[in-house]
């Protein structure tokens, strides 16, 4: 059997020493060391966005990093952001837009959300569009083309979208 590696993370807010096989991945780490299961798993592969968290102030997908690789790392999950009687503003938007049906993406959704209006306000450019100029940065279809890479099988794409946007424009935006 491999030797395992140890690898310490803050994981909202808290200290986390853990000791792990070099592949295990950032989201393994999270659920099945510290049974942080909010985070959830779908494709593994990169191409839904349900293990989405941040991770130094940038959103990843936590199937895609080795664990290892974020020693002395800052990760925000789910569980970090806020709980059932204290929600995060993107939480509590989701819930009063229906921005979920399953659940199974949301946490990944919320996570990325977060994100994407960080990203927006440090001027950080979208992957995505590449041009920070084409369009009104908190506008629905720039906060829709940053969320592209978050799937949902539901199709609760606009009521995902209603709740981003109305967090943006508590923001200022004019969404
Ligand atoms: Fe990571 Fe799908 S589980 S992108
Ligand atoms: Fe079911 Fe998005 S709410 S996958």
């Not at 690898?7 to 659920?31: F, K, P, S, Y």
């Not at 001027?123 to 084409?134: C, E, N, R, Y």
């Amino acid at each position: 059997s491999q030797a395992g590696m140890p690898v310490t993370l803050t994981v909202n807010g808290r200290l986390e020493t853990l000791t792990l096989d070099t592949r295990t991945t950032l989201l393994d780490a999270l659920r099945e060391h510290l049974h942080l299961t909010g985070t959830k798993k779908g494709c593994d592969h990169g191409q839904c966005g349900a293990c989405t968290v941040i991770v130094d102030g940038r959103r990843i997908n936590s199937c895609l990093t080795l664990a290892v690789m974020h020693e002395g790392a800052q990760v925000t999950t789910i569980e970090g952001l806020g709980h059932p009687q204290q929600l995060h503003a993107m939480q509590a938007a989701f819930v009063k837009h229906d921005g979920y049906q399953c659940g199974y993406c949301t946490p990944g959704q919320i996570c990325s959300a977060v994100s994407v209006l960080k990203e927006i306000e440090a001027g950080i450019p979208s992957h995505v569009s590449g041009d920070l100029t084409a369009r009104p940065l908190l506008s629905a279809e720039e906060i829709r083309e940053r969320m592209s890479g978050n799937i949902c099988r539901c199709g609760a794409y606009s009521n995902i979208l209603e709740a981003i946007v109305e967090v943006a424009g508590s923001k200022g935006g004019a969404a």
